[in-house]
Structure formats: structure tokens, C-alpha cells
């Protein structure tokens, strides 16, 4: 009987380890696949973005942080200027053109018996010194709204809401072109949920709401009225035309070549009057000149007249519209010619006496 309880005993040992080893074995094993998989899912959740990247010859594709840098930079300064009507433009320097007379080009150009595009839009492509005091510092990418006298119909969707306490000054904010105006029940629609911001491209607010409106400063992001970016004030008429009507531009940096930066900006269509046209552009470069970082250094280095589906550029003079400062450099080069000629004359002058 002992016997037999003996090797009941021993087949239950038996079974039991037979069948509890595997057990284990499959828990640590399910584990480890449960945790590659979650591996691969967090893996996949990583966004590889691709950069896309000029073409570069096989001969250079090892050196191609060694590429020369070519400046994109037009600078014909050395070129002598052409006394002809006729010339090479590759050996003088560009014609600058008044600007009624560029735009009458353009207008040539775009006739029905040429293009056929009478009511073409008129931009201006300005050229820019990206350089700051630092060598190895330059101004970043930036995006402002320029203010104009003559608003043309821009295509863009310029939806402005107005913050202001008084009906008067919501009546010359509806006025002077804003979509939406008013006081606290804006703010309360914004507390509740009614009215979200993201439905408007820019906030603009009166000084004297600030206080009310600081309490949903949080749901405003980026788009809080502030003085800095010219959403805040007392003149509402003013601000509102700006943003609504202005020209909006944005002055963008050359990847390779840092100090070199170019606008191309809308300032009207060649069917408006060419002095509308005219101070449109002129303001543009004002207030392209106040952005500097610079004070006493050229901010703006050469500006173009184009207009498509035409591929010509007619260089204008942007001194006539901003103040241009003179580089040390030639200030110095120019003394020093002056100094040459002075001892030249001393030189001769001894020789014959």
C-alpha cells in the first residue's frame, strides 16, 4: 500500500514539473513579444521627414558641403554704364528705370496684341542685407503688414476683430473694414465657447479694454493684441485699414548664402493710376526700412519691378524713397583716389618747375 501511495506521489511530482516548466517558459516569452511589439508601434508613431535636397554632380557628392557659393547677389557696381540705346547686358550695368516709366513697360508688355493681361498684378522683388553687428549672427525670417494709401483688391482672406468699449469706435471699426466688433460680449462669447479665434486672422484691440481682455489672454495664442506687432492702439480706423487692406510680406533668408535675403510683395495691378502705384510702393519700403536691425548700415540693397506671366525686371532706385547710407569702405576708397590725384599734381608740378 505504501508502496503504491509512493508512486501516485511520484507521478503527480511528475506531471506537475512536466507541465509547470513550459508555463513558465511561455509567460517570460509572451512578455518578450508583448514589449517587440510595442517597440515596433512606437516606432512607427516616429515621423522620418524626408529633406528634399538640390541635385548635386556624382563628381561633388562627397564634397557638397564644400560647393563654392555662388551669390545670388547682383552686384554690377564695377560695370561701366552705357552711353548707347543698345547694349550687351552682360558687360554694363542695369538700367535703372523711373518708376512710371517701368510701369508703362509693363503695360506695353501686357497689351492685348502682346500678353493680353491688361489688369496684371504688380510686385516688387527687394533684395536685402540679412547681416547683423555679429559676423555670425543674421536676421531671421520675419512677416509684417505694411500699411498703404491706395488698398487694391489682394485676393486674401483678412477676417479682423475689433475689441473696443464704445459703440463709436466699433462703428469706425466696421467702418474702416473689420469683420467683427465689439466689447464684453465678445469676450464673454470667447469665455463660453461661442466664438473661437481661430475663425479670425487678427485680433486688434482699443487700450482701454486691455484690462478686461487680459482674462482670455490664454485663448488668443499668439494672436493677443500687443503693441510690438501693431494690433494695439488708439487710432482702431488705421490699424484696421492696415491689416485689412495693407500689403503683407514676408522677407525670407537664403538657405546657403545667410546674409542674403529677398520680399516679393503685391503692391497693386497695372490698371491703377501709376502715382497710386507709386506711393503704394513707397510705402512698402518704408516700412520695409524700419524692420532693420541696423540703424546705420543698408538694409535694402536693390529693388525690381515685375509682373507676370512677363519674365522682364526693371530696376528702380529705392534712394528716392528710404534713406540709403554710403559704406565706410568706399568712403575710404574715395579719399584715397582723391589722395593719389593731390600727389600726382604735386609730383608734376615739381617735375616741371
Known amino acids: 500500500m505504501l508502496r503504491n501511495m509512493a508512486a501516485t506521489l511520484g507521478g503527480?511530482?511528475?506531471?506537475?514539473?512536466?507541465?509547470?516548466?513550459?508555463?513558465?517558459?511561455?509567460?517570460?516569452?509572451?512578455?518578450?513579444?508583448?514589449?517587440?511589439?510595442?517597440?515596433?508601434?512606437?516606432?512607427?508613431?516616429?515621423?522620418?521627414?524626408?529633406?528634399?535636397?538640390?541635385?548635386v554632380p556624382p563628381k561633388l557628392r562627397e564634397k557638397k558641403d564644400k560647393l563654392p557659393l555662388i551669390s545670388k547677389?547682383?552686384?554690377?557696381?564695377?560695370?561701366?554704364?552705357?552711353?548707347?540705346?543698345?547694349?550687351?547686358?552682360?558687360?554694363?550695368?542695369?538700367?535703372?528705370?523711373?518708376?512710371?516709366?517701368?510701369?508703362?513697360?509693363?503695360?506695353?508688355?501686357?497689351?492685348?496684341?502682346?500678353?493680353?493681361?491688361?489688369?496684371?498684378?504688380?510686385?516688387a522683388f527687394i533684395e536685402l542685407d540679412?547681416?547683423?553687428?555679429?559676423?555670425?549672427?543674421?536676421v531671421d525670417n520675419f512677416t509684417r503688414v505694411a500699411g498703404i494709401p491706395h488698398p487694391f483688391e489682394h485676393g486674401e482672406d483678412r477676417s479682423v476683430i475689433v475689441f473696443a468699449k464704445t459703440q463709436e469706435e466699433q462703428k469706425i471699426a466696421l467702418e474702416a473694414g473689420a469683420t467683427v466688433a465689439g466689447g464684453m460680449e465678445l469676450i464673454t462669447d470667447i469665455q463660453n465657447g461661442n466664438l473661437s479665434m481661430q475663425d479670425f486672422k487678427y485680433a486688434v484691440a482699443h487700450p482701454s479694454i486691455l484690462p478686461e481682455l487680459a482674462?482670455?489672454?490664454?485663448?488668443?495664442?499668439?494672436?493677443?493684441?500687443?503693441?510690438?506687432?501693431?494690433?494695439?492702439?488708439?487710432?482702431?480706423?488705421?490699424?484696421v485699414k492696415r491689416f485689412a487692406h495693407g500689403i503683407c510680406y514676408?522677407?525670407?533668408?537664403?538657405?546657403?548664402?545667410?546674409?542674403?535675403?529677398?520680399?516679393?510683395?503685391?503692391?497693386?495691378?497695372?490698371?491703377?493710376?501709376?502715382?497710386?502705384?507709386?506711393?503704394?510702393?513707397?510705402?512698402?519700403?518704408?516700412?520695409?526700412?524700419?524692420?532693420?536691425?541696423?540703424?546705420?548700415?543698408?538694409?535694402?540693397?536693390?529693388?525690381?519691378?515685375?509682373?507676370?506671366?512677363?519674365?522682364?525686371?526693371?530696376?528702380?532706385?529705392?534712394?528716392?524713397?528710404v534713406e540709403v547710407f554710403r559704406d565706410v569702405r568706399e568712403e575710404d576708397s574715395e579719399a584715397k583716389t582723391e589722395d593719389e590725384f593731390e600727389e600726382a599734381d604735386v609730383k608734376q608740378s615739381t617735375a616741371t618747375g
Open 12 to 55: 503527480i511530482r511528475a506531471v506537475t514539473s512536466r507541465f509547470l516548466v513550459p508555463i513558465c517558459y511561455g509567460q517570460a516569452r509572451n512578455f518578450a513579444a508583448r514589449k517587440g511589439t510595442r517597440e515596433k508601434a512606437r516606432k512607427k508613431k516616429v515621423k522620418v521627414e524626408i529633406k528634399k535636397v538640390a541635385w
Open 73 to 123: 547677389r547682383l552686384n554690377d557696381s564695377h560695370k561701366p554704364v552705357s552711353s548707347d540705346d543698345v547694349w550687351i547686358g552682360r558687360y554694363y550695368q542695369w538700367r535703372v528705370y523711373d518708376f512710371v516709366e517701368a510701369v508703362q513697360c509693363h503695360r506695353e508688355t501686357h497689351h492685348p496684341t502682346m500678353y493680353n493681361v491688361p489688369d496684371a498684378p504688380l510686385f
Open 130 to 138: 540679412m547681416s547683423t553687428d555679429k559676423k555670425t549672427k543674421f
Open 215 to 239: 482674462s482670455v489672454r490664454g485663448l488668443f495664442r499668439r494672436k493677443f493684441p500687443n503693441i510690438k506687432n501693431g494690433t494695439l492702439g488708439p487710432d482702431i480706423a488705421e490699424i
Open 250 to 321: 514676408t522677407a525670407s533668408r537664403d538657405e546657403r548664402e545667410l546674409d542674403y535675403g529677398t520680399i516679393e510683395a503685391q503692391i497693386g495691378i497695372l490698371t491703377m493710376d501709376p502715382k497710386h502705384l507709386e506711393e503704394n510702393f513707397a510705402a512698402l519700403l518704408q516700412d520695409v526700412h524700419a524692420a532693420r536691425t541696423r540703424k546705420k548700415a543698408n538694409f535694402i540693397t536693390r529693388t525690381l519691378l515685375t509682373s507676370p506671366p512677363s519674365r522682364e525686371r526693371f530696376k528702380i532706385d529705392h534712394g528716392l524713397y
